[in-house]
Nanobody, 124 residues
Framework: QVQLVESGGGSVQAGGSLRLSCAAS????????MGWFRQAPGEEREFVAT????????YVADSVKGRFTISRDNAKNTLYLQMNSLKPEETAVYYC?????????????????WGQGTQVTVSS
């Protein structure tokens, strides 16, 4: 059984940076696409970024392009999200997810495994 555990969330002022990590256990996910989503109170879970399995194709949402970077260290079975120039409206719970397939996807319905989430709070 795959388990995903996020860390690195916290409180930051607008314009600040955070780096989220997602440690996977249960099996190696180097061939699996992974992604980050976020969900603010009362809102639907939305796509943030995705990365393919071995090969490293990435795609980020337009709203975070140029500020957020997704990466992975397959040797550590860990996914990262570097977030710079954070905005108050990006306050949300950030979730790590993994697919059984290697190709990237922006749809949360295409992800099979989910972490419990980590809170990111951006103050103005």
């Amino acid at each position: 059984q795959v388990q995903l555990v996020e860390s690195g969330g916290g409180s930051v002022q607008a314009g600040g940076s955070l780096r989220l990590s997602c440690a996977a256990s249960g099996r190696t996910l180097s061939s699996n696409a992974m992604g980050w989503f976020r969900q603010a109170p009362g809102e639907e879970r939305e796509f943030v970024a995705t990365i393919s399995g071995i090969g490293g194709t990435t795609y980020v949402a337009d709203s975070v392009k140029g500020r957020f970077t997704i990466s992975r260290d397959n040797a550590k079975n860990t996914l990262y999200l570097q977030m710079n120039s954070l905005k108050p409206e990006e306050t949300a719970v950030y979730y790590c997810a993994a697919r059984r397939a290697p190709g990237i996807s922006t749809s949360r319905y295409n992800y099979d495994y989910w972490g419990q989430g980590t809170q990111v709070t951006v103050s103005s």
